[in-house]
């Protein structure tokens, strides 16, 4: 949903959107979880979306034009993309006491399973190992691999409200 909401919005506003999903978590956490969210909570929330508001350059908008049906379907896209995100980490956080190497295996493997109908498995007959091929094998196995067991093994011992933070940081890092 994010990458297809790239090409009917922009990158500006998709990211945006999509990064409302730690608001989506903490409320989450809150109607599964009973945490509480306090008003330093709720203060710490709106820095960050200013914060993010700001650095997404979309200062210079301009919807003459480019409002139209595929525009909202894009936005609709990034905010289906955040609302599944903020879901898996929710049921990561249900998934106590499974290893998070695991946890990171079954998500791997969704997506393979999803992603499949949509690959170019042509490729796979003339393999290459450049730059780029490394590359992306290395933030496959980096971002994908250990990042996730990190941050599943966090979810575990965390409130949601701070899980967010921490996706609101992701990004920087």
Known sequence: FL?????KTSIGIATTIYNTQPLMMIFLGRLIFKEIISKNDFTWIFVSLFGLLMV????DLSFEGDFNSTY???VFEALAA???YAIATVFAK???GTPPSLVALFQMLLGIACLLPFADLSILMKPSLDRETILVITLGVVHTGIMYMFLYSALHNIEAYKAASISFIYPAI
Do not use: E, R, T, V
């Open 72 to 74: 909202i379907i894009g």
């Open 94 to 96: 249900l998934l106590k």
């Open 56 to 59: 997404s350059n979309i200062s």
């Open 3 to 7: 990458f297809s909401s790239y090409s």
């Open 82 to 84: 955040a609302f599944f």
